[in-house]
């Protein structure tokens, strides 16, 4: 049964970049085999679910922030169960820094914009720039 269990990117901000969990080469001959993807924070040490059981062998997902104690460091967990239920754990590490505000104020930016628009028609546009169809 054991294969291989990836997270990419290993490093990022909590809530701001998107991990993909991936398994590969699982093999099992009761198919189908099922993958459940989830993270464990050092306070409590359960198992935190991101992406539920499914055949589906990966998912993307936001993390939270890493333990400061621990280098900020999080622990995912890949299970895979067969269709008997027999099951495998695997576990991976990834270093998740604390989301830290921008010195981007979009409060002052959106206030900044209506104020300097001629135009209500002119508003969506300059909100948004070059993304405006």
């Known amino acids: 049964m054991p294969g291989l269990f990836t997270v990419t ?5 909590a ?8 398994c590969y080469l699982w093999f ?3 198919l189908p085999i099922s993958h459940q993807f989830s993270f464990v924070l050092s ?8 992406k539920r059981l499914s055949i589906v062998s990966s998912g993307i997902s936001f993390l939270p922030e890493g333990n400061g ?3 900020f460091f999080l622990q995912v967990v890949a299970d895979i169960y067969d269709n ?3 099951n ?3 576990n991976s590490k990834v270093f998740v820094h604390k989301f830290r505000e921008e010195t981007f104020n979009l409060s002052t930016y959106v206030l ?15 909100l948004l720039g070059n993304c405006y169809a």
């Open 84 to 86: 008997m239920n027999a």
């Open 69 to 71: 104690a621990n280098n």
């Open 43 to 50: 306070s409590d040490q359960r198992k935190n679910v991101i």
């Open 112 to 126: 900044t914009t209506i104020k300097s628009s001629q135009t209500v028609d002119a508003l969506p546009r300059n």
């Open 88 to 90: 495998y754990s695997i």
């Open 9 to 13: 990117p290993m490093s990022g901000i």
């Open 28 to 30: 099992d001959i009761d």
């Open 15 to 22: 809530m701001r970049d998107k991990f993909l969990f991936s």
